[in-house]
């Protein structure tokens, strides 16, 4: 089995560790019969490595004494990043992604990937663009590149803000094929929305959408994505239309296209739009006929 070491510096988050390791081991079954890989810990020296909530962990190598050949190397936030202790980190993370391996920085490690120079060629993320500006001065050129999500993939370097950790995992689990993208994707709903909600009986149905048949889709996307921000990857040229601002969605759909698409013509009132759609999220397809 191949290992994924883990950086640990002096005062590392403890939280950006906890989701990985034990979704390596384990499954819904308990431990994993075959398991790809063998976690393992890396830091400056064999003595316990203290947490920022005080935490110690036994190193299984130091930075001279690692392996060559491994799966990934995780470099977990914390401290530790502020300190000469990261530059012991610089040759390893160099030599990895030279060897096209896995690399995954979370929170001040990510901020510690800027200061070296290390997200200038690929897209990223982080604690907010201004602290990867303020880490990296001069060696930082790539501002184009980042992006503001929870957690960014490019390259096989995986980057996440301090509270992406979950996402963080996540990401770093379908790169590593640690398992099928079905029971990866499983485990995030698991852990993100938790048992309470997954267990909980289903609504019939909810609340999902609004339809709205326009006469002219670009002059209504342009009301709702500058006036209320709603935001859509509308290529201008499709007759459907998806807009979404946090949960709510609205779907536009030109009413030529409509009339075409249906073979019939339909009369309007004099001055109004004329027909909206409500749209709900019922459990299965078989549960559309049955509620209408």
């Given at each position: 089995?191949?290992?994924?070491?883990?950086?640990?510096?002096?005062?590392?988050?403890?939280?950006?560790?906890?989701?990985?390791?034990?979704?390596?081991?384990?499954?819904?079954?308990?431990f994993r019969k075959n398991?790809?890989?063998?976690?393992?810990?890396?830091?400056?020296?064999?003595?316990?490595?203290?947490?920022?909530?005080?935490?110690?962990?036994?190193?299984?190598?130091?930075?001279?004494?690692?392996?060559?050949?491994?799966?990934?190397l995780v470099l977990i936030?914390?401290?530790?990043?502020?300190?000469?202790?990261?530059?012991?980190?610089?040759?390893?993370?160099?030599?990895?992604?030279?060897?096209?391996?896995?690399?995954?920085?979370?929170?001040?490690?990510?901020?510690?990937?800027?200061?070296?120079?290390?997200?200038?060629?690929?897209?990223?993320?982080?604690?907010?663009?201004?602290?990867?500006?303020?880490?990296?001065?001069?060696?930082?050129?790539?501002?184009?590149?980042?992006?503001?999500?929870?957690?960014?993939?490019?390259?096989?370097?995986?980057?996440?803000?301090?509270?992406?950790?979950?996402?963080?995992s996540c990401e770093l689990?379908?790169?590593?094929?640690?398992?099928?993208?079905?029971?990866?994707?499983?485990?995030?709903?698991?852990?993100?929305?938790?048992?309470?909600?997954?267990?909980?009986?289903?609504?019939?149905?909810?609340?999902?959408?609004?339809?709205?048949?326009?006469?002219?889709?670009?002059?209504?996307?342009?009301?709702?994505?500058?006036?209320?921000?709603?935001?859509?990857?509308?290529?201008?040229?499709?007759?459907?239309?998806?807009?979404?601002?946090?949960?709510?969605?609205?779907?536009?759909?030109?009413?030529?296209?409509?009339?075409?698409?249906?073979?019939?013509?339909?009369?309007?009132?004099?001055?109004?739009?004329?027909?909206?759609?409500?749209?709900?999220?019922?459990?299965?397809?078989?549960?559309?006929?049955?509620?209408?």
């Amino acid at each position: 089995m191949k290992e994924i070491i883990y950086v640990l510096l002096n005062n590392y988050a403890e939280h950006e560790i906890g989701f990985l390791p034990g979704a390596v081991n384990t499954d819904e079954q308990g431990f994993r019969k075959n398991p790809k890989y063998v976690n393992k810990i890396v830091s400056s020296t064999m003595e316990p490595v203290k947490s920022i909530g005080g935490m110690r962990t036994l190193p299984d190598y130091t930075f001279d004494t690692m392996p060559k050949d491994y799966a990934a190397l995780v470099l977990i936030g914390g401290l530790g990043w502020f300190t000469s202790e990261a530059d012991n980190v610089l040759p390893c993370v160099k030599e990895a992604i030279a060897q096209g391996r896995i690399v995954g920085a979370i929170c001040n490690a990510a901020s510690w990937m800027a200061k070296q120079g290390l997200l200038n060629n690929i897209q990223h993320t982080g604690n907010g663009i201004q602290q990867l500006q303020m880490w990296g001065g001069e060696n930082y050129t790539n501002e184009a590149g980042y992006v503001n999500e929870q957690v960014v993939s490019d390259r096989n370097i995986v980057t996440a803000n301090g509270s992406g950790y979950l996402e963080f995992s996540c990401e770093l689990l379908k790169m590593l094929e640690n398992d099928t993208q079905e029971n990866i994707n499983g485990w995030y709903k698991f852990m993100k929305e938790g048992l309470v909600k997954l267990c909980s009986p289903r609504a019939r149905f909810h609340f999902n959408t609004i339809g709205l048949f326009t006469r002219d889709n670009k002059v209504t996307v342009d009301f709702y994505t500058k006036t209320f921000g709603f935001t859509t990857d509308w290529d201008g040229v499709q007759p459907n239309v998806e807009m979404t601002l946090g949960e709510m969605r609205i779907i536009l759909f030109p009413r030529n296209a409509f009339e075409n698409m249906v073979s019939q013509t339909f009369q309007y009132p004099e001055g109004l739009i004329g027909t909206m759609e409500l749209a709900f999220d019922v459990p299965t397809f078989a549960d559309v006929d049955k509620e209408y």
